[in-house]
């Protein structure tokens, strides 16, 4: 009984066996016509979404028939391994401990001076290794703690044309630049037109906005740095895309909502005798976010 | 000969006169006939009035209602309508969706044209798009919408359950009226410097940022495959660990075999 | 054939003894379960990246120039763009399968990352780390951040305004570094934000210093491995001193050269079929233009949650001012990683005083402390991620962004210690139950009673299933 049973069993592994060899023989078939398939398309000019089927024909026919190869078409047995000790224990540490230490031993231990001085030319030579990074950049000096806007400089779109007082309607915003820095990065600020006597700020920071509704903030958000480019109408608020933080246009642009801290830096703004809007000063604050020694001159 | 002379002179000031000028030449002005006005008028009284009050340049009936003669004229009208936003479909929240529109299209006139005439101002914009005009509209859209619609129009969340809705199915028609309305959070001249509806500059504008959202709809637009929503990184992600990683996983399984 | 075999042989062993070695390497065990594949699935990734990103070096111009875009994209048509910007796209529309390679490339990032993630859970939580494999360990979370850094430069390459807004926040968080912060940043900038070098720096850390390091880690990761031999579970014949398993020739040789053809596969059909970082859409970034939604790609977007999460706190001491985005971005990052990495030396010093040699592994409820800080901990990285989408989040589910970032806000204080207790409690009761989950109905054996009833009891384990 037990003879027939292994028969069995070996008829059926023989059956699966023919199984698994012509489903691995479709899958390689699929891949070679796949692969014509490739040249023919690549030198007709090419199309991504079929290359790429395409590739995916070829590589899962291949991957699909090794699979069953090895699977059901190898004579595979469990195998069994013996672990060996990872460790060359006590003695073989000690054997390379001598090693080492064999010639040099007593030298290190007599020559203390020599190899005290051999630490400090070695920490030396790690120092000066080192210098060449230092040329990789400037240092920070003032530059994040300015930004070119001044006294008497026109604002201007990002195309430098000037910006004056009828060029945003109410209720709408533009991105102005110092005339000459226009796409500055630091520099970029937002003109905003808010509705008069709904701008509730103190009474000197409402002298850089003129007529009381053309009020200018710096664009960088004070969180992370990105531009703070969506103006919402009906709260008068700016919204950063990046971590959502939303801060009060009529408020001084105070953050209300989300991980910003600091309001966005006022641009005080004034109007020239020819009428065009020009800066009456650099931001009231360092822009963009915060770092180390901003609170510091 | 001298009657000639006056009849062809009075024919071209009749013609000077009726066609209109050459800052407001792309503007419409729909023909309103009193037919029209007053199905526009009947149509105001059963759908409209409920909310925005018996007459549409009064108040309305509910303080979170706007007047219609604070939303944008006859454009704003025009572009609720068409959207299928108007009627209020009883959404909740701030977002109401675009949707299948309830009027016909000469139902739509009608109404436009009543209440645009109701509230003084009757214009709608005269959009033309064009193929040259692309890159210039693509330079604008940079400037002025891509922060809240997102570069390739896919649409934003705004703070407050708002939303800068998808441009990547509407029509010219649209953008052109929104940006004359400044719908929702959105500002009147949709963020456009100097914007005046009724100036060549602006016209062409709206144009060139008409014919950019045009051409989000073209499959060069496309060229990688499924734009999985078009909204970046997140289903980005989402697809490489469920079909990516996922597949992988499967196959790892079925390699592995019965371990 | 065979004898020409046979002479080429005979040909390098004579010169390199090869033979006797690789007779020994081929026998070689190695354990068969299918989790002991996904590291493999992040190699195969390894190996996909460094193939098509070689394609791509030959096309991409590292450099901030400004030229003007006159490719075949009419939206850019005349636009002025940086070099770097425009020789993405014209791999992208100019050049024959360019497209195809550029997004196999980028797929295979994304799912290299995921790889790496998902065999990291089954390193921790089957405690694979343990004794003698720790150093393996912090080779395995080198080989984790560095992928991180490779992503990150990679992606950042092409100059387009959504990875440009990306660089800027790194930008913001290394400035936010107390002390140093500001010096650090202009040295890797090379001054203030957008450095015209820092396109090309990006580049010599993506294609020459990065790759490198992983490469070379990844050697020594598997010779460890290889050195110490696999863990495998408990089993039938399985014990601490031996491997048992399928040698590396025939079986497991094919078995690893079907799976790299299949994640290959995967990759080439999803760069073919599933469009994915369209750069042409955003434009060439400028610093004052942006876009949204704008989220890093997912292994960067735990950050980005982690960013909107972080409270609006920023401390001024003595006059010097520390960022509010310290808290996310550095010190929660320091100490999330700094546990992960530790975690061989915290787990022995302070749960299990378990200084033994292991080489059979712990199924998750064997180890219930371990399991249930595993847990937990993927529990804060899920909330940050989750955080990361907010304002997808709240488009798909009709929310504000003001109440997810409030939920989520709540659900980090509380949710992960929810995890850690419920976990805790079901590992208990599983490992007292003696029952295997996916095995429920194997594990009982159905014995009719004398009185004529059923009843069932459960079967051991370790026997031989009937």
């Given at each position: 009984?037990?003879?027939?049973?292994?028969?069995e069993?070996?008829?059926?592994?023989?059956?699966?066996?023919?199984?698994?060899e012509?489903?691995?023989?479709?899958?390689?078939?699929?891949?070679?016509?796949?692969?014509?398939?490739?040249?023919v398309?690549?030198?007709s000019?090419?199309?991504t979404?079929v290359?790429?089927?395409?590739?995916?024909?070829?590589?899962?026919g291949?991957?699909?028939?090794v699979?069953?190869?090895?699977?059901?078409?190898?004579?595979?047995?469990?195998?069994?391994?013996?672990?060996?000790?990872?460790?060359?224990?006590?003695?073989?540490?000690?054997a390379?401990?001598?090693?080492?230490?064999?010639?040099?031993?007593p030298?290190?231990?007599?020559?203390?001076?020599?190899?005290k001085?051999?630490?400090?030319?070695?920490?030396?030579?790690?120092?000066?290794?080192?210098?060449?990074?230092?040329?990789?950049?400037p240092?920070?000096?003032?530059?994040?703690?300015?930004?070119?806007?001044r006294?008497g400089?026109?604002?201007?779109?990002?195309?430098?044309?000037?910006?004056?007082?009828n060029?945003?309607?109410?209720?709408?915003?533009i991105?102005?630049?110092?005339e000459?820095?226009?796409?500055?990065?630091?520099?970029q600020a937002?003109?905003?037109?808010?509705?008069?006597?709904?701008?509730k700020?103190p009474?000197?920071?409402?002298?850089?906005v003129p007529?009381?509704?053309?009020?200018?903030?710096?664009?960088?958000?004070?969180?992370?740095?990105?531009?703070?480019?969506?103006?919402?109408?009906t709260?008068r608020?700016?919204?950063?895309?990046?971590?959502?933080?939303?801060?009060?246009?009529?408020?001084?642009?105070?953050?209300?909502?989300?991980?910003?801290?600091?309001?966005?830096?006022?641009?005080?703004?004034?109007?020239?005798e020819?009428?065009?809007?020009i800066?009456?000063?650099?931001?009231?604050?360092?822009?963009?976010?915060?770092?180390?020694?901003?609170?510091?001159? | 000969?001298?009657r000639?002379?006056?009849?062809?002179?009075?024919?071209a000031?009749?013609?000077?006169?009726l066609?209109?000028?050459?800052?407001t030449?792309?503007?419409?002005?729909?023909?309103?006939?009193?037919?029209?006005?007053?199905?526009?008028r009947?149509?105001?009284?059963?759908?409209?009035a409920?909310?925005h009050?018996p007459?549409?340049?009064?108040?309305?009936?509910y303080?979170?209602?706007?007047?219609?003669?604070?939303?944008?004229?006859?454009?704003?009208?025009?572009?609720a309508l068409?959207t299928?936003?108007?009627p209020?479909?009883?959404?909740?929240?701030?977002?109401?969706?675009?949707?299948?529109?309830?009027?016909?299209?000469?139902?739509?006139r009608?109404?436009?044209?009543?209440?645009?005439?109701?509230?003084?101002?009757?214009?709608?914009p005269?959009?033309?798009?064009?193929?040259?005009?692309?890159?210039?509209?693509?330079?604008l859209?940079g400037?002025?919408?891509?922060?809240?619609?997102?570069?390739?129009?896919?649409?934003a969340?705004?703070?407050g359950?708002?939303?800068?809705p998808?441009?990547?199915?509407?029509?010219?028609?649209?953008?052109?009226?929104?940006?004359?309305?400044?719908?929702?959070?959105m500002?009147?001249?949709?963020?456009l410097?100097?914007?005046?509806?009724?100036?060549?500059?602006s016209?062409?504008?709206?144009n060139?940022?008409a014919?950019?959202?045009?051409?989000?709809?073209?499959?060069?637009?496309?060229?990688g495959?499924?734009?999985?929503?078009?909204?970046?990184p997140?289903?980005?992600?989402?697809?490489?660990?469920v079909?990516g990683?996922g597949?992988?996983?499967?196959?790892?399984?079925?390699?592995a075999?019965?371990? | 054939?065979t004898?020409?075999?046979?002479r080429?042989?005979?040909?390098v062993?004579?010169?390199?003894?090869?033979?006797?070695?690789?007779?020994?390497?081929?026998?070689?065990?190695?354990p068969?379960?299918?989790?002991f594949?996904?590291?493999?699935?992040a190699?195969?990734c390894?190996?996909v990246?460094?193939f098509t990103?070689?394609?791509?070096?030959f096309?991409?111009?590292?450099?901030?120039r400004?030229?003007?875009?006159?490719?075949?994209?009419?939206p850019?048509?005349?636009?002025?763009?940086?070099?770097?910007?425009d020789?993405?796209?014209r791999?992208?529309?100019?050049v024959?399968?360019?497209?195809?390679?550029?997004?196999?490339?980028?797929?295979?990032?994304l799912?290299?990352v995921?790889?790496?993630?998902?065999?990291?859970?089954r390193?921790?939580?089957?405690?694979?780390?343990?004794?003698?494999?720790?150093?393996?360990?912090?080779?395995?979370m080198?080989?984790?951040?560095?992928?991180?850094?490779?992503?990150?430069?990679?992606?950042?390459?092409?100059d387009?305004?959504?990875?440009?807004i990306?660089?800027r926040?790194?930008?913001?968080?290394?400035?936010?570094?107390?002390?140093?912060?500001?010096?650090?940043?202009y040295?890797?900038?090379?001054g203030?934000?957008p450095?015209?070098?820092?396109?090309?720096?990006?580049?010599?850390?993506?294609?020459?210093?990065?790759?490198?390091l992983?490469?070379?880690?990844?050697?020594?990761?598997?010779f460890?491995?290889?050195?110490?031999?696999?863990?495998?579970?408990?089993?039938r014949?399985?014990?601490?001193r031996?491997?048992?398993?399928?040698r590396l020739?025939?079986e497991?040789?094919?078995?690893?050269?079907?799976?790299l053809?299949?994640?290959?596969?995967?990759?080439?059909?999803?760069?073919?079929?599933?469009?994915?970082n369209?750069?042409?859409q955003?434009?060439q970034?400028?610093p004052?233009d942006?876009?949204?939604?704008?989220q890093?790609?997912?292994?960067?977007?735990?950050?980005?949650g982690?960013?909107?999460?972080?409270?609006?706190w920023d401390l001024?001491?003595?006059?010097?001012t520390?960022?509010?985005?310290?808290?996310p971005?550095?010190l929660?990052?320091?100490i999330?990683?700094?546990?992960?990495t530790?975690w061989?030396?915290?787990?022995?010093?302070f749960?299990?005083?378990?200084?033994?040699?292991?080489?059979l592994?712990?199924?998750?409820?064997?180890a219930?402390?371990?399991?249930?800080?595993g847990?937990?901990?993927?529990?804060?990285f899920?909330?940050?991620?989750?955080?990361?989408?907010n304002?997808?989040?709240?488009?798909?589910?009709?929310?504000?962004?003001e109440a997810?970032?409030?939920?989520?806000?709540?659900?980090?204080?509380?949710?992960p210690?929810?995890?850690?207790?419920?976990?805790?409690?079901?590992?208990?009761s599983?490992?007292?139950?003696?029952v295997?989950?996916?095995?429920i109905?194997?594990?009982?054996?159905?014995?009719?009673?004398?009185?004529?009833?059923?009843?069932t009891?459960?079967?051991?384990?370790?026997?031989?299933?009937?």
């Amino acid at each position: 009984m037990d003879v027939d049973r292994d028969r069995e069993r070996q008829q059926e592994r023989t059956a699966d066996q023919r199984r698994a060899e012509r489903a691995a023989a479709a899958a390689f078939t699929v891949a070679i016509l796949a692969g014509v398939g490739l040249f023919v398309v690549y030198f007709s000019g090419g199309q991504t979404q079929v290359e790429g089927v395409l590739f995916c024909l070829i590589l899962g026919g291949l991957g699909v028939g090794v699979a069953l190869w090895a699977n059901h078409l190898l004579g595979a047995h469990e195998a069994v391994e013996e672990r060996h000790e990872l460790t060359s224990g006590a003695a073989g540490r000690e054997a390379f401990g001598h090693a080492l230490a064999e010639e040099v031993g007593p030298t290190l231990a007599r020559r203390s001076v020599l190899v005290k001085l051999l630490a400090g030319a070695g920490g030396a030579l790690g120092l000066a290794l080192l210098l060449p990074v230092l040329s990789l950049g400037p240092a920070p000096g003032r530059t994040l703690k300015e930004t070119p806007w001044r006294r008497g400089i026109r604002v201007v779109d990002e195309t430098g044309r000037q910006v004056n007082l009828n060029s945003v309607p109410e209720d709408g915003f533009i991105t102005v630049f110092p005339e000459g820095h226009e796409g500055s990065a630091d520099a970029q600020a937002l003109l905003i037109h808010v509705p008069a006597g709904s701008l509730k700020l103190p009474p000197d920071r409402m002298e850089g906005v003129p007529e009381g509704t053309h009020v200018a903030y710096s664009k960088i958000c004070t969180h992370a740095g990105c531009p703070v480019g969506l103006y919402r109408a009906t709260t008068r608020s700016l919204l950063c895309p990046c971590h959502q933080s939303q801060f009060d246009v009529l408020r001084g642009a105070k953050p209300f909502f989300g991980p910003a801290a600091r309001p966005l830096p006022q641009l005080p703004l004034g109007v020239d005798e020819q009428g065009a809007l020009i800066a009456l000063g650099d931001f009231y604050e360092p822009v963009g976010p915060a770092f180390w020694d901003r609170g510091k001159p | 000969m001298r009657r000639t002379a006056i009849l062809l002179g009075g024919i071209a000031l009749l013609a000077l006169l009726l066609t209109p000028a050459a800052g407001t030449a792309t503007q419409q002005q729909p023909g309103s006939s009193p037919a029209l006005l007053a199905r526009g008028r009947e149509l105001y009284q059963q759908a409209c009035a409920s909310c925005h009050g018996p007459d549409p340049a009064g108040q309305s009936v509910y303080s979170t209602v706007p007047s219609l003669a604070e939303v944008g004229g006859a454009a704003a009208v025009d572009w609720a309508l068409r959207t299928g936003r108007m009627p209020w479909k009883d959404t909740v929240g701030p977002v109401i969706e675009r949707g299948q529109p309830r009027f016909g299209e000469e139902d739509i006139r009608a109404l436009t044209v009543y209440i645009g005439r109701e509230v003084g101002d009757a214009q709608l914009p005269n959009v033309q798009p064009s193929q040259e005009l692309v890159p210039e509209g693509r330079e604008l859209y940079g400037q002025a919408c891509s922060a809240c619609h997102g570069m390739n129009g896919a649409g934003a969340a705004l703070g407050g359950a708002n939303i800068a809705p998808s441009l990547q199915n509407v029509s010219p028609q649209d953008v052109a009226e929104a940006i004359k309305i400044g719908p929702g959070e959105m500002p009147v001249g949709g963020g456009l410097p100097d914007y005046d509806f009724n100036s060549g500059e602006s016209t062409r504008q709206v144009n060139a940022i008409a014919s950019y959202v045009e051409s989000l709809k073209t499959r060069p637009y496309n060229r990688g495959g499924a734009p999985i929503g078009g909204k970046g990184p997140v289903p980005e992600g989402f697809v490489a660990w469920v079909i990516g990683l996922g597949v992988l996983v499967l196959a790892a399984r079925w390699i592995a075999g019965r371990g | 054939m065979t004898t020409m075999l046979e002479r080429s042989l005979k040909y390098v062993d004579e010169r390199l003894g090869t033979a006797s070695f690789a007779r020994r390497a081929l026998r070689k065990v190695f354990p068969d379960h299918w989790s002991f594949l996904l590291g493999e699935i992040a190699l195969f990734c390894l190996v996909v990246l460094v193939f098509t990103g070689t394609f791509l070096t030959f096309f991409y111009n590292p450099s901030v120039r400004e030229v003007v875009y006159d490719g075949p994209y009419e939206p850019l048509r005349g636009q002025h763009v940086s070099a770097a910007y425009d020789s993405v796209l014209r791999l992208s529309f100019e050049v024959r399968a360019g497209l195809l390679m550029r997004q196999v490339h980028h797929w295979a990032a994304l799912v290299f990352v995921a790889a790496i993630v998902i065999h990291l859970c089954r390193i921790f939580f089957t405690g694979a780390f343990r004794r003698p494999r720790e150093v393996n360990w912090l080779i395995g979370m080198a080989l984790l951040f560095l992928a991180l850094g490779e992503g990150f430069t990679g992606y950042s390459l092409p100059d387009d305004l959504l990875s440009g807004i990306g660089l800027r926040i790194f930008y913001s968080v290394t400035l936010a570094i107390p002390v140093i912060g500001t010096w650090v940043t202009y040295l890797l900038f090379g001054g203030e934000f957008p450095a015209g070098d820092i396109i090309s720096r990006l580049f010599v850390f993506h294609v020459m210093l990065l790759p490198a390091l992983l490469i070379g880690l990844v050697v020594l990761h598997i010779f460890v491995l290889v050195l110490q031999k696999h863990t495998q579970f408990r089993g039938r014949g399985r014990t601490e001193r031996n491997v048992v398993g399928k040698r590396l020739w025939p079986e497991q040789t094919f078995k690893s050269v079907s799976l790299l053809l299949l994640t290959t596969a995967v990759l080439a059909l999803l760069g073919g079929l599933v469009q994915i970082n369209p750069v042409w859409q955003y434009g060439q970034f400028r610093p004052f233009d942006v876009t949204s939604p704008a989220q890093p790609d997912w292994y960067i977007g735990w950050l980005d949650g982690a960013l909107r999460l972080g409270p609006p706190w920023d401390l001024t001491l003595f006059g010097y001012t520390i960022s509010e985005v310290f808290w996310p971005a550095i010190l929660f990052p320091g100490i999330a990683f700094g546990i992960l990495t530790l975690w061989p030396w915290i787990e022995r010093r302070f749960f299990t005083r378990d200084y033994a040699e292991h080489h059979l592994l712990d199924l998750p409820r064997d180890a219930p402390a371990r399991t249930a800080t595993g847990a937990a901990g993927l529990m804060v990285f899920f909330i940050m991620f989750l955080e990361g989408g907010n304002d997808i989040l709240g488009v798909l589910l009709n929310l504000s962004v003001e109440a997810i970032t409030r939920d989520l806000q709540w659900a980090l204080l509380i949710a992960p210690v929810v995890t850690w207790l419920v976990t805790f409690w079901v590992c208990r009761s599983l490992k007292r139950s003696r029952v295997h989950p996916a095995r429920i109905n194997a594990g009982l054996r159905l014995r009719r009673t004398a009185a004529g009833g059923y009843e069932t009891t459960p079967l051991d384990p370790t026997s031989n299933p009937e």
